[in-house]
């Protein structure tokens, strides 16, 4: 991961102190970019846009074979929403 987008916790979610975790499954393209995203799991439904949107801005380094910049599928990432400490992160 070269770049990661900012998560935004949800307003709603803000106000009714809830916490959660978004798991996404998804490919990264020959340039880098995530793409064809799903959520393979989520504690409370109000987080999965955020993560969703926080996923699009990401920016990874391609993987090369034979030289060439490739797609790489089914790559993994799990967005942990919380209240405490810095109110969300991303966790790897």
């Given at each position: 991961l070269i770049d990661s987008g900012e998560l935004n916790?949800?307003?709603m979610a803000?106000?009714?102190n809830i916490e959660g975790i978004v798991e996404v499954e998804f490919d990264v393209n020959a340039r880098g970019?995530?793409?064809n995203p799903t959520v393979v799991s989520s504690s409370?439904?109000?987080?999965?846009r955020s993560a969703l949107e926080a996923l699009r801005q990401f920016q990874y380094s391609p993987a090369f074979v034979a030289g060439q910049a490739v797609e790489v599928r089914d790559m993994r990432e799990?967005?942990?929403?919380?209240l405490k400490d810095?109110?969300?992160h991303r966790k790897r």
């Open positions: 916790y949800p307003r803000l106000m009714k970019k995530a793409v409370a439904k109000i987080f999965e799990v967005f942990v929403f919380k810095d109110a969300h």
